[in-house]
């Protein structure tokens, strides 16, 4: 069983940067692939930001040289470095992982963009 736990969000002005950061409850070397999800009010949730299995990390186009991610083993923890946050980024943001062909989900942190 895998417990991931997102923190970080919050209510930030357009042009602001937050960190987000996923704790895991195993060593994240154990997934398959961790990443970020977001689900905008009204909309479907997507991909933000991931490690695929062979390491490599995959963007959305919109959040492409905003946002980065990258993990500390050690830590067990993923992070999400948002910098210059725009109103249509305010979303639900998801830690996932896949492990053992099991999907795991946090339960989501808040963070709007709004002046």
């Known amino acids: 069983q895998v417990q991931l736990v997102e923190s970080g969000g919050g209510l930030v002005q357009p042009g602001a940067s937050l960190r987000l950061v996923c704790a895991a409850s195993?060593?994240?070397?154990?997934?398959?692939?961790v990443g970020w999800y977001r689900q905008p009010p009204g909309k479907e949730r997507e991909s933000v930001a991931r490690f695929t299995t062979l390491g490599d990390t995959i963007y959305a186009d919109s959040v492409k040289g905003r946002f980065a991610i990258s993990k500390d083993n050690a830590r067990n923890a993923v992070y999400l470095q948002m910098n210059s946050l725009k109103p249509e980024d305010t979303a639900v943001y998801y830690c996932?992982?896949?492990?053992?062909?099991?999907?795991?989900w946090g339960q989501g942190t808040q963070v709007t963009v709004s002046s």
């Open positions: 195993r060593s994240i070397s154990d997934f398959d692939t």
């Open positions: 996932h992982a896949r492990y053992r062909l099991n999907y795991f």
